[in-house]
């Protein structure tokens, strides 16, 4: 079955194509940088416009790589949610009418669930750029998942590719939503993880001390806004006694105060449930500081650690692509040309 997978939930604009869950055809990704930069952060309306511009490039660009016509595509799988509405329903509404005209199923993604299953892309068959580097080993049902994006913090039980269930959640920012502020604040541009965290790569992660915010005994929920509110007075009080800004200890000790929960808390997770597998996802599970340490501490405590290649970290259809076919396949949910895209992902 030929799979052509579509995302369009935030910046980025992609689109794939898949042999069944074996084999990645192609994966192209147009972002938005450029579009974004100067605000600092995301513009919604310019975000829809853009995808509108987008889409169809995107898509003719992952079926010619994949050597594939439409006509010989077997299932279209779009996001549907959870994201900016306005940008889910270019690339949602694009996927129900190619679908519509060409006579072929549909299926609508959570795109929570493309990040819970990006790992299993790792495949011997599949191009990944980053697979070459770091050797993954697929996880054994049920793992703990921590999902952690620039809209999400979430930790997650996931007992089949169709069986999810939340254990902990952000109770107000995301973790990504904090490391893009916080470069917002330090002057860094958008978007801010990657470019905090380089800076954090030459700065002393222990030279400020920045609070962890570990909740109630056990919780399994995450708070950053503390933190980022502890940074912003950082600075305040660094410019009001005209102190020079150390912006790379900054980072360095922000990021460090983020990596150290999000990997307690999702070993805590791990062994309250009696998982042997921790697999991690989203754009901050890009984060080299977070892939290392979180290595480190599962290697610690007896657990396996499946990390997919950055590449299908960030945003990306190859696992939107794969999370519909596992949908189309087990559980047969198709859309209707009415079917509406839904901003909060009902699995959260
Ligand atoms: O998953 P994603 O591409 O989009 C969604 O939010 O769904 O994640 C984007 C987020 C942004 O907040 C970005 O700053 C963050 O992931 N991010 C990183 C890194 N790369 C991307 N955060 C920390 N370190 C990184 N290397």
Redesign the pocket.
């Known amino acids: 079955m030929l799979i052509l997978g579509i995302e369009s939930?935030?910046d980025?604009t992609a689109a794939a194509v898949l042999k069944d869950d074996q084999k990645l055809l192609s994966s192209v990704i147009s972002s938005q940088f450029d579009v974004h930069a100067k605000y600092g952060g995301i513009v919604p309306e310019l975000a829809s416009r853009s995808h509108v511009q987008a889409i169809w490039p995107v898509v003719e660009e992952a079926l010619f790589t994949a050597n594939v016509r439409l006509k010989d595509i077997d299932l279209v799988a779009a996001t549907q949610g959870p994201?900016l509405v306005g940008s889910l329903l270019v690339g949602f509404t694009f996927a129900k009418a190619v679908a519509l005209v060409n006579n072929i199923p549909c299926v609508g993604v959570d795109?929570l669930v493309g990040?819970l299953l990006a790992i299993k892309l790792k495949n011997e068959s599949v191009k990944n750029e980053g697979l070459e580097k770091e050797q993954i080993e697929l996880p054994e049902y049920p793992y703990t998942a921590l999902v952690v994006?620039?809209?999400?913090t979430s930790i997650f039980t996931v007992s089949s590719c169709t069986d999810f269930s939340l254990q902990g959640r952000t109770r107000d920012d995301?973790?990504?939503?904090a490391?893009?502020k916080v470069a917002k604040m330090l002057g860094l541009g958008y978007?801010?993880?990657?470019i905090?965290?380089k800076k954090a790569e030459s700065g002393d992660p222990r030279a400020i001390k920045f609070p962890r915010s570990w909740l109630d005994k056990g919780s399994l929920d995450f708070s950053f806004s503390g933190l980022k509110t502890s940074v912003l007075n950082y600075i305040n009080r660094c410019n009001q006694k005209n102190d020079p800004l150390a912006v790379e200890d900054i980072c360095a000790s922000f990021e460090q105060a983020v990596v150290d929960v999000l990997v307690e808390k999702t070993i805590t997770a791990a062994k309250k449930s009696g998982h042997k597998d921790i697999v991690i996802g989203?754009?901050?599970a890009?984060?080299?500081k977070?892939r290392r340490q979180m290595k480190e501490r599962c290697a610690e405590e007896g657990l396996r650690c499946a990390l997919p290649a950055p590449v299908f970290?960030?945003?990306n259809a190859a696992m939107i692509g794969l999370a519909g076919y596992y949908q189309f396949m087990e559980l047969g949910t198709t859309v209707t040309p009415d079917t509406d895209a839904f901003s909060r992902s009902p699995l959260n």
């Open positions: 939930s935030c980025d994201g795109h990040h994006s620039g809209g999400n995301a973790a990504g939503e490391f893009d978007p801010g993880g990657p905090v965290s989203g754009g901050v890009a984060n080299s977070l970290c960030t945003d």
